[in-house]
């Protein structure tokens, strides 16, 4: 496949080699790439007819997921980035402490939220709670209010955001608080 560092598992089905990649570190979720390509000595016939949804509801995906669990570093890939992220966490503490949920506050909170999801961290509200001293109903409010206030944007379905106009705005005020740098 020629991807650099990262884990491939691979699968066979009839005529096609199945090629699933994940990044380097370890594995919080499916394949960040799927390749299928026919194999070198498949029959000229059946790779002519392409690929079928046979051959994709055949596809092994949790049993690759398990298996690259297994072969994969146990460290969590955003624990390298533990150190700023709790540096993050303490700043957004304090900032909630002396100012309440101001636009200080929240501009923090959605930088290390954002980069928590960015990292694959499986549950960053609650991670966050516990660094904020607060219930994780309350961080979840405090990030509904971000959302709609401009402070992040939403992912359809999924958790995370990337930082709004405002954040970055108030970020950039911020000394020694880099807004776009995402780990």
């Known amino acids: 496949m020629g991807i650099e560092e990262g884990l491939e598992i691979g699968q066979f089905r009839g005529p096609w080699r199945i090629t699933m990649w994940w990044p380097e570190g370890a594995v ?6 799927i390749v299928i390509e026919a194999e070198e000595d498949a029959p000229p016939g059946d790779v002519a007819r392409g690929i079928s949804t046979t051959v994709l ?4 995906l949790a049993g ?43 501009s923090v ?4 939220y954002r980069d928590l999801t960015n990292k694959g961290v499986q549950a960053p509200v609650p991670w966050l709670a516990e660094h904020l001293d607060r219930r994780s ?25 990337e930082l709004g106009d405002r954040a970055t705005e108030v970020l950039a005020t911020l000394e020694g608080v880099p807004p776009t740098a995402a780990p």
Do not use: F
């Not at 509801?57 to 092994?60: A, G, I, K, V």
């Not at 690759?64 to 966490?89: F, H, N, S």
């Not at 909170?109 to 290390?112: A, G, K, M, N, V």
């Open 28 to 33: 919080s979720g499916g394949p960040q790439k």
């Open 137 to 161: 109903e309350t961080v979840k409010d405090h990030l509904k209010k971000a959302r709609r206030d401009g402070y992040l944007t939403s992912r359809a379905g999924r958790a995370g955001g």
């Open 64 to 106: 690759a997921v398990e298996r690259a669990r297994e072969l994969a570093p146990t460290t969590p890939p955003w624990q390298a980035e533990r150190g700023r992220l709790l540096d993050l966490a303490r700043l957004a503490a304090r900032l909630l402490a002396d100012e309440g949920v101001s636009p200080r506050y929240l």
């Open 57 to 60: 509801r055949r596809l092994d």
């Open 109 to 112: 909170l959605c930088l290390t």
